[in-house]
């Protein structure tokens, strides 16, 4: 029994080892990738933070798509901040909870007709990988901001 302990603990290291080579492999094998992905435009535009950018590289529009989705959401930033100017006052005046709800259901049903409309313009498949990131998102919205595509925790 005695003889046991070593090679179990021999058992553990060689297992610790063997993780840590694995996560080093996989990282590395990610840092390879993305280095030589042909993606600059996305990797330049999720550096940046520039939405639109990163829009136009991920879902891959063609300039004239790209320039037309830019200009929905161009026009429609005035009405989310409509939509948003019109939530924090009824909150700030400490509305009725059912009017803030009602502000906030019309904000969330404007979102889902844009982000339809956008998707619309893109190449079917990549309209639904769009609607499939975003909808999500405006299903939970919280109204403290511009909705965004980050993980929160």
């Keep these: 029994m005695a003889s046991d302990a070593p090679r179990a603990g021999l058992g553990l290291k060689n297992l610790l080892i063997t993780l840590c080579l694995a996560m080093t492999a996989g990282a590395g094998a990610f840092g390879v990738f993305y280095v030589i992905s042909d993606n600059r435009a996305m990797h330049a535009a999720a550096k940046e933070g520039d939405g639109m950018a990163w829009l136009r590289a991920e879902f891959q529009l063609s ?7 830019r200009r929905r959401h161009e026009d429609y930033s005035f009405v989310c901040g409509e939509h948003c100017a019109a939530i924090m006052a009824a909150r700030e005046r400490q509305a009725p909870p059912a009017e803030v709800a009602a502000l906030e259901k ?3 049903d404007a979102m889902t007709v844009h ?3 956008v998707a619309a313009l893109m190449p079917p ?14 299903a939970g919205y919280s109204h403290h901001g511009a909705p965004n595509l980050r993980v929160t925790p």
């Excluded at 300039?63 to 989705?69: C, G």
């Excluded at 498949?125 to 405006?138: K, S």
């Design 106 to 108: 019309t904000c969330v």
């Design 125 to 138: 498949n990549q309209g639904e990988r769009y609607l499939a990131m975003v909808l999500p998102r405006v």
């Design 115 to 117: 982000f339809r409309s």
């Design 63 to 69: 300039e004239a798509q790209f320039t037309t989705i």
